[in-house]
Structure formats: C-alpha cells, structure tokens
C-alpha cells in the first residue's frame, strides 16, 4: 500500500570505541554485525502463499479491541491490541506458515563492513552507512546504520583538547636556565627533537 511505502525501519546504532592513537592516525575498523532481512522465499509474507493471509476474526483486521469494564455502577470503555493477532490484524494458520522463515517475515545475515575512521575524528563522530539497518515487516525502506565513535582523550603523556595535543614533561631548573634537548616518540611513531 501506498501508506507502508513511505516508512523506514528504525535506524541502528553501534560504538566502537578507539584509542587516542587510532584517532591521530585514522584506523579501517571492521564491523561485524547480523542484518534482518526480509524472507526470500515467501516476501516477508509468512505464508506458504498470500491466499493463506486472513483478516484477524477477534479484531476485524484492526489489530485493536474496544473493552468494556464495569467499575461499580460506572462503565469504562478502553482500546487495547488485540491478544488473538498481538495486535497485527492478519492471521496465518500455523501449518501455512513460510517453511524458511517459521512465518517471522524475517531471516538473519552475518554482515561485515569496514569503517574508516578519520584523523582527528571527535568523541562523537557519528559514520552513516545508507539503508544498513534491520529491515521491519510493513515498512518499505531499511534504516541507516549509525556507527558512533566513542575514543580516550589521554594516551601516555599526551591529552586532547579540541584539536591540538598537549604533552606535559618536567624539567629541572637547571635545564629550564641553560639550554637543553630532549627527544620524544610521537602517536605516529616519529621522534621528535624539542
């Protein structure tokens, strides 16, 4: 119908979580995950074939019921899903249902992806992957996998802040008077002669 056809699944969402290091120099992480698909047998039908489809007999087919509850001598109506269909409002016979999906609409994939995270990505950076999410019965589109990137701001003697690196050392006051050289190993793995 015309209505499913403009609704998406939900989006999903997953941290890696990256060390001060990987952030300065960029790191290709590879994400493992399993993806619900829609059944390739019976088209996120369920059944064996549509015709094995019914409207829901308890509901009508709206997946709702109107309740009636005498409280004294008042009478309170209420709406709740309906327990036959749990609120779908189509109903399969069991022994129609898909043989590859057990009537779930749905099957799972062992999915891989690589993400690359770039340099000097922020705690935060959130990487898109169109259409990667789970798919959802009555809804046309899949969502987008959300890849957030939680990392450490502190890595040995450096520290983060916005975009610059500091790094603390201690010198005597002898060497802060008088010249003096030292030597340091960068994030990347250079040496650094201050």
Not at 53 to 65: A, E, F, L, S
Not at 127 to 146: Q, R
Request: overall charge positive.
């Amino acid at each position: 119908t015309q209505q499913t056809q403009k609704f998406k699944s939900p989006d999903k969402k997953i941290t890696i979580n990256l060390s001060l290091i990987d952030v300065y120099k960029g790191k290709s992480v590879p994400i493992d995950f399993n993806k619900i698909l829609c059944c390739d047998k019976c088209n996120g039908s369920g059944a064996v074939s549509k015709e094995f489809i019914h409207n829901c007999k308890t509901c009508n087919g709206q997946g709702k019921v109107v309740k009636m509850i005498q409280m004294g001598p008042m009478i309170q109506q209420s709406i709740q899903h309906c327990g036959n269909c749990k609120g779908k409002g189509k109903m399969i016979d069991p022994s129609k249902y898909c043989s590859k999906c057990n009537g779930n609409k749905t099957m799972k994939l062992k999915k891989h992806l690589d993400c690359y995270v770039r340099p000097g990505s922020i705690p935060g950076t959130t990487i898109t992957f169109k259409g990667e999410s789970d798919w959802v019965p009555d809804c046309s589109d899949c969502g987008d996998l959300l890849i957030s990137v939680n990392c450490k701001n502190e890595e040995s003697c450096f520290r983060r802040e916005g975009n610059n690196l500091i790094m603390k050392k201690s010198i005597s006051l002898l060497e802060s008077l008088t010249k003096t050289i030292f030597y340091f190993k960068h994030l990347d793995g250079r040496v650094i002669r201050i």
